[in-house]
């Protein structure tokens, strides 16, 4: 049976050894001992020679992932410049940086400014590491795929209702091949029950767009995705993790990330373990307060891995130290940002450190 470890990735291989012996840390955090692995120890010597010391084996290759729904500014005042979208966008492009620019970025709610603003800026992001994976078609809200990997497939996803879409890549990584899926699911205000004429025959009619979303997610992914390889659908879903379309996901083999690493849920009262929203996305001040609102966790990054395997996540506070740990991404106030702005959109994302072990 498949089953799922939180601990520090480069530790994975010593979680079970003591603080001070072998090559692990002194107080190196261990892993639950109900899901724990522990090192080959190493054979006795003849007669009362002491044990050699044990040799880990390598830790499993990580992946690190962001996902973020960018606030397209739409909405927003006219003379705001979309909320204030070009300090945002900068003020995102250094959070990744500050983040060692991992590998696969999802980023949701691109509209015509953001398309203005970041394209031209990834030759400068990460000294020019992303590929920029996405459907250039005009549109309202769009996804972009940022990958340091190679690409080896990818495909625009229309999904019901518009302006809903979801964009898939495959990229080949130390891990093997990834599937890649960033989506943005339907909002409230734009949620119509499922007809014959608005949704594929795969969604029940009456069912509400949003899990007609999932249900394509998940038919899209069993079709095209690598049985052999780690699957990701990261965005804004758009409702809590005990709702419908997210059990759907959830059912169908997915991993959240932000519950399986041991993130708090969600406290409308304080804001802990939220990731939406701030109060008025059309006061471009909110982008920067010393508090971040939230009331939902509405966004997610749920990963399937192969039966080969075991999903590995490193806790929230990176513990391996390599720039991602798995909680929230961008949630927090950033001092001296640009423009003065501490927020880079009205939601937080999701970031999370995995490896298939």
């Known amino acids: 049976m498949r089953r799922l470890i939180v601990v520090a990735l480069v530790l994975v291989a010593g979680a079970a050894c003591s603080g001070d012996g072998g090559d692990g840390a002194p107080g190196a955090p261990s892993a639950p001992s109900a899901t724990s692995t522990s090192a080959p120890t190493a054979a006795s010597g003849a007669g009362t020679a002491a ?46 940086e500050d983040a060692g620019c991992p590998e696969l970025v999802g980023l949701q709610e691109i509209g015509p400014r953001q398309e203005e603003l970041i394209v031209p800026a990834l030759a400068g992001l990460c000294e020019g590491a992303y590929e920029l994976v996405w459907n250039p078609e005009p549109g309202p809200d ?23 879409s979801a964009h898939w890549v495959r990229v080949e990584s130390p891990a093997g091949p990834v599937d890649f899926l960033t989506t943005h699911f339907a909002s409230s205000a734009n949620n119509p029950p499922c007809g014959p004429e608005t949704c594929p025959p795969l969604c029940p009619v009456g069912v509400e767009t949003g899990t007609c979303h999932a249900l394509e997610v998940v038919d899209f992914l069993d079709r095209y995705a690598d049985p052999d390889g780690i699957t990701v659908v990261a965005g804004d879903l758009n409702q809590p993790v005990d709702h419908p379309r997210i059990r759907t996901l959830l059912d169908a083999g997915f991993v959240d990330v932000w519950t399986a690493a041991g993130n708090p849920e969600c406290d409308p009262a304080t804001g802990e373990g939220c990731t939406c929203c701030l109060d008025d996305e059309s006061d471009p001040g909110v982008f920067s307060g010393t508090e971040a609102a939230y009331d939902e966790r509405i966004d997610f990054v749920l990963v399937r891995v192969p039966a080969r395997c075991e999903l590995v996540l490193d806790p929230p506070g990176d513990a391996d130290g390599d720039g991602v740990g798995t909680g929230r991404f961008a949630g927090t106030p950033v001092a001296d940002g640009p423009g003065g702005l501490t927020f880079p959109s009205d939601h937080a994302g999701v970031q999370a450190d995995l490896a298939c072990a």
Not at 72 to 85: S, V
């Open 51 to 96: 044990p050699g010391p044990t040799e880990p084996p390598p830790a499993a290759p990580g992946l690190r992932v962001v996902s973020l729904n960018v606030l397209h500014g739409l909405f927003c005042e006219p003379a705001t410049d979309f909320c204030d979208a070009p300090n945002r966008v900068a003020l995102l492009l250094g959070l990744l």
């Open 142 to 164: 769009r996804e972009m795929v940022l990958t340091s990997l190679p690409v080896l497939d990818e495909r625009f996803v229309d999904l019901a209702g518009f302006p809903w």
